[in-house]
């Protein structure tokens, strides 16, 4: 007699294994659904764009480059996650880059945050300023707080408007020490104009002002004008200042008011005549008078012409 041998029973090979409940079957769907979470993203995968927004300065304005042409801030463009697709809020709406956290790339790749060095800024401070040319007082009582100094701005009738830097800028001419401690004198064809404060412009050293003429600009104003801003050519976004205004040619200066024209010598008076005595306020006389008449106690008496005899 042999020796009997049992053999377990096979399933047919048609026949699926099912797997206990709760191992197998689960641990094999997780793995599938890792394997394809990648595949299993619809949602967008175009970046949202912002577009160019004007660059404002310190008060609100809009910044002009040294060409008088507007200034604008860059694209903002939406944030990537670590998988490079576009991040979403709660809501739905689109998160936008920082300066701080520009996110990541299409590649999952941080974006690094490049260190801009930011340019020195010289805040200037105008206290009941005088603006005075050729010795005149053109204008009084000049309050500015400027944030960053570029460029100011100096009208005068008959001369032009003077832009006027502490840096060296094109076509400009040096004129050293002209800002000296809490004012700035330059000279313009051999006019001195002078800004008087009653703080320091830019320090107690003096320094040089790069100094360059617009004649072309002219301002519809009779006096001198001052402002201040970025750019160097008309038209200029100063204080006062119209587009309007701009006219071609050197403008002509205002007549001196009457109270400080220089009054012309009279000729003298013939001898024994002279002009009447002017009392304040009146207006004097260009006529010569005697300088006196006769008096009637003085006068020759007429003589007496005799009456005719009566006849009787």
């Known amino acids: 007699m042999g020796t009997a041998v049992s ?18 079957a689960t641990q094999g769907s997780a793995a ?13 995968n175009t970046v949202v764009i912002l577009p160019a927004t004007p660059m404002l300065d310190a008060e609100g304005k809009q910044r002009l480059d040294p060409d008088g042409k507007p200034m604008f801030n860059p694209p903002v463009t939406q944030l990537r996650d670590k998988k490079g697709r576009p991040v979403f809020d709660e809501n739905g709406k689109p998160v936008f880059a920082t300066a701080t956290n520009l996110g990541y790339d299409e590649k999952g790749k941080k974006v690094a945050v490049k260190k801009v060095k930011l340019a020195k800024m010289e805040p200037v401070s105008i206290s009941a300023g005088t603006l005075t040319v050729d010795g005149w007082t053109g204008k009084a ?11 100011l701005y100096i009208f005068a ?34 006019h001195p104009i002078e800004l008087a404060s009653d703080k320091l412009l830019l320090g107690k050293k003096p320094q ?21 801003g970025t750019t160097t050519r ?14 071609k040619g050197a403008a002509q200066a205002p007549p001196l008011p009457a109270d400080v024209r220089p ?15 002017v009392l304040p306020g009146q207006k004097a006389e260009q006529r010569c008078v005697p300088t006196s008449a006769p008096s009637a106690s003085t006068a020759t008496p007429a003589q007496a ?4 005899a009566s006849t009787k």
């Open 141 to 151: 009582r000049l309050n500015y707080d400027i944030a960053d100094l570029k460029y």
């Open 32 to 44: 599938a659904k890792g394997q394809n979470s990648k595949a299993a993203y619809s949602g967008p």
């Open 157 to 190: 009738p008959g001369i032009g408007t003077s832009i006027v830097s502490q840096n060296p800028f094109p076509d400009a001419k040096e004129q050293p020490g002209a800002f000296n401690g809490k004012s700035l004198t330059i000279t313009v064809d051999g």
């Open 7 to 24: 053999f377990a029973a096979q399933p047919p090979a048609d026949q699926a294994t099912v797997p206990a409940a709760g191992t197998t």
């Open 208 to 228: 040089s002002a790069w100094v360059v003429v617009d004649r072309d600009f002219r301002l519809p104003a009779k006096f001198p004008a001052f402002g201040y």
């Open 234 to 247: 008309a038209p200029y976004a100063w204080p006062g200042s119209k587009e309007g205004g701009l006219e």
């Open 305 to 308: 012409t005799p009456a005719p």
């Open 263 to 277: 009054t012309p010598l009279l000729t003298p008076c013939p001898a024994g005549m002279m002009r009447p005595p």
